[in-house]
């Protein structure tokens, strides 16, 4: 299978029930033989465009960074490539200035178009206007996959607090070396088995053998509806939630339970309210998630399964549940935020919270959201980022974020979703100033990119690397 197929399907992943997936992932290697052919290392594949914001102030002042890189099917960057492209832009925002693609006054343009030639990478600096909104860029070139990005602008106002009551965030004692393997029910219902080393087993007794020893598991509202998840199956449902949370016990492992807040997936890109609190006004839609936070926590709590952390949301950089609490709506977001928290708290107030924002290497934007949680009292204890490098900068910014945020604020850090660039992420991920830095989740590693099992089930030379991590950083 072509690498940067699984590249250009990784993010389809993410967005679509994993029978979708397979069948997707099993097609796109037909079309590879028939279309793409098999590129080689320092050829171009793909334009990339990494932001380093994509939540602006709508202000008429507000800049942001973006890059844009010719990369390979490796993802790695190619400095002597030469290659025409087309910049387009929709939304209230500007293009202020190009750099690395030649003469800014000179490049030929339009109000949203822009032809460049962009030279191995360019930096362009994009202004906001002062409409509330989304912004979309995208770059295209001929025989290359276009690479794109989406912003949210925003208007603030004045931060309401959601509560009085000081807080001081509970600080987890133990290193985690986590793994979101929410698929492994899917993957056995389909007869996928597991092995090491041509032994068979359960997927979870394998990796705790290699170091792993926290969990990681979504959970959707209804995902058997027609538009949810997983319909008339209801993967990651309460039910299918109860029976894992059992089996992670059993083991010996901690257990992270992530709240989408939705029927669907919920990332950056949509945040769909569940279909049962459509329609509510803002005082019943605040109760419903309360009481759904409360009714899934005790029923765990009731069969000796509480989660020993909960993401209150996730990836919510651009809000949760659309379009109440979207990004735009701060006070409203804050306050269903705490809803979230207030329902954990209720059940198991010795459980860690956590709050989940997308923004890897994005230093400005993961102060932001923040700032404004924090103007709003938001009590959490854990900051938890994901960290892909192709929308979230290089290992480098990673560090460089993890290490302010380490400073800036009382949490603990920790990189919550990652897939590549294992030893650097994780050698990252435990070692932030102030003792703040707690570890990882890989999301995913049963069936995805770079798993640390292959197709069939094996473990995989991936998986090889994380005995050395965990003797490394104290992981028990």
Not at 73 to 96: C, E, F, M, Q, Y
Not at 111 to 126: A, V
């Amino acid at each position: 299978m072509l690498k940067h197929t699984q590249t250009r399907l990784f993010r389809l992943l993410k967005n679509s029930s994993l029978l979708v997936f397979l069948i997707l992932f099993a097609v796109s290697g037909l079309y590879a033989q028939s279309r793409w052919k098999p590129k080689a290392p320092g050829i171009p594949v793909e334009l990339q465009i990494t932001p380093y914001k994509t939540t602006m102030i709508a202000n008429g002042k507000d800049e942001a960074l973006i890059n844009i890189k010719i990369i390979d099917s490796r993802g790695d960057s190619l400095a002597n490539a030469n290659i025409p492209a087309t910049l387009h832009l929709t939304g209230d925002a500007k293009i202020v200035n190009i750099m690395d693609a030649g003469n800014f006054k000179d490049i030929q343009h339009t109000d949203s178009t822009w032809q460049i030639n962009i030279h191995g990478s360019c930096r362009l600096i994009l202004r906001a206007g002062r409409t509330a909104g989304k912004i979309k860029l995208e770059v295209k070139a001929d025989s290359l996959y276009t690479g794109s990005t989406e912003i949210h602008t925003v208007q603030l106002g004045i931060a309401h607090v959601v509560t009085h009551d000081k807080y001081t965030p509970k600080r987890v004692t133990d290193k985690i070396l986590g793994a979101d393997i929410s698929f492994l029910p899917q993957l056995e219902s389909q007869g996928i088995k597991f092995s090491d080393n041509g032994v068979a087993g359960d997927a979870i007794e394998i990796m705790k053998a290699y170091g792993f020893n926290y969990i990681r598991l979504r959970i959707f509202n209804e995902p058997a509806n027609p538009k949810g998840y997983s319909p008339q199956q209801g993967f990651c449902d309460l039910e299918h939630t109860k029976q894992m949370a059992k089996r992670i016990k059993a083991a010996g492992m901690k257990f992270l339970l992530d709240f989408h807040y939705s029927d669907y997936w919920a990332d950056p890109q949509q945040q769909n309210k569940p279909a049962a609190w459509v329609g509510e006004d803002f005082t019943t839609l605040k109760k419903s998630l309360y009481d759904y936070t409360v009714n899934v926590m005790q029923q765990l709590k009731d069969q000796g399964t509480a989660p020993d952390m909960v993401q209150a949301g996730n990836e919510i950089n651009h809000g949760m549940v659309w379009p109440d609490g979207a990004i735009d709506h701060l006070d409203s977001l804050a306050q269903l935020i705490y809803m979230g928290v207030k329902g954990v708290q209720a059940v198991s107030p010795n459980t860690i919270v956590m709050l989940h924002i997308a923004l890897g290497g994005q230093n400005a934007e993961a102060r932001f959201f923040l700032d404004n949680m924090k103007k709003r009292n938001v009590p959490f204890d854990v900051i938890g980022l994901s960290y892909y490098p192709k929308w979230h900068g290089t290992p480098a910014e990673l560090s460089a974020n993890m290490a302010d945020l380490a400073k800036r604020y009382p949490q603990q850090v920790m990189v919550a979703e990652y897939s590549q660039l294992k030893k650097e992420v994780n050698d990252i991920a435990f070692t932030a100033p102030g003792d703040k830095a707690i570890g990882s989740f890989i999301w995913e590693p049963l069936s995805t990119w770079e798993g640390i099992f292959d197709r069939t089930g094996k473990a995989n030379e991936f998986m090889s690397v994380y005995p050395e991590i965990a003797k490394k950083y104290g992981v028990k």
